[in-house]
């Protein structure tokens, strides 16, 4: 089983696990993975997100900064999140690189957002937190359980949703587009609300994963690949409401 979150699997865990740890037989045990240290970690990571959109957005603001490429940043962030699932050890490294890059991307596309729909940006903001915290109640209340079931599904869909997103990248480079992910009619509009629900279910898969690393004395290291994958659906969802939201203003 594996988590739907593209870094976040339990191979990776078990590469992680197997990762050599010296130690002498008189020194004590290597520290274990706990949800507190995920969590200042993970509060850590989204604070340079904030930092570099900051940034970003005000020198879109005042015409220096340029939007990057959206097909380059996307493969850029793409390939931290696979180097770091394939090295979660390299999450301490490629965590703070993923969150000041995504963090300027962000920061440019919601300036545009801002430009073009005044206050979209806060209602985008209070609405990923929202749905972060209202998956947190769910999971945690037991509402919504990371069954093998939900498991296999949420990642059908996000794998699918990923291909999607690279055809459609691929097909601007000839001046094409795919009409679902950017036509604001019912239609479009449907397939956002859809990409939401399926972003916002990684993360019962994200935290699900999370605790049972934690339980099973996972390496301390891998408080950093945790905080890396929830990070990667916050940014995700964040963007996908943004999106949801400037359809249903057109």
Not at 10 to 17: C, D, I, L
Not at 197 to 212: G, M, Q, S, Y
Not at 219 to 245: P, Q, S
């Amino acid at each position: 089983m594996r988590s739907a979150n593209p870094v976040l699997n339990e191979r990776t865990f078990a590469r992680a696990q197997s990762a050599p740890v010296l130690h002498t037989p008189t020194a004590a045990p290597p520290a274990t993975m706990t949800i507190e240290g995920t969590v200042y970690k993970s509060a850590f990571l989204l604070l340079l997100v904030v930092g570099a959109a900051t940034v970003s957005w005000r020198m879109a603001d005042q015409g220096v900064l340029l939007l990057p490429g959206v097909g380059v940043a996307f493969f850029l962030l793409l390939g931290l999140a696979i180097a770091t699932a394939f090295r979660p050890q390299w999450a301490i490294v490629t965590g703070p690189l993923y969150a000041l890059a995504s963090g300027v991307l962000l920061g440019a596309i919601s300036a545009l957002y801002h430009q073009a729909y005044e206050g979209i940006v806060s209602q985008a903001v209070v609405a990923t937190f929202g749905t972060a915290a209202g998956m947190l109640l769910a999971y945690t209340s037991g509402a919504i359980r990371a069954t093998p079931r939900f498991r296999r599904v949420v990642v059908a869909a996000t794998l699918g949703i990923v291909l999607l997103y690279v055809v459609s990248i691929a097909m601007r480079w000839f001046g094409l587009a795919v009409p679902l992910l950017h036509d604001s009619g019912p239609l479009g509009i449907g397939v956002s609300v859809f990409i939401v629900i399926v972003a916002a279910l990684n993360l019962v898969l994200d935290f699900d994963l999370i605790e049972r690393g934690a339980r099973s004395g996972a390496d301390k290291r891998m408080e950093w690949f945790g905080a890396f994958a929830l990070i990667v659906t916050l940014v995700w969802l964040y963007l996908e409401i943004l999106r949801l939201l400037g359809k249903a203003r057109r």
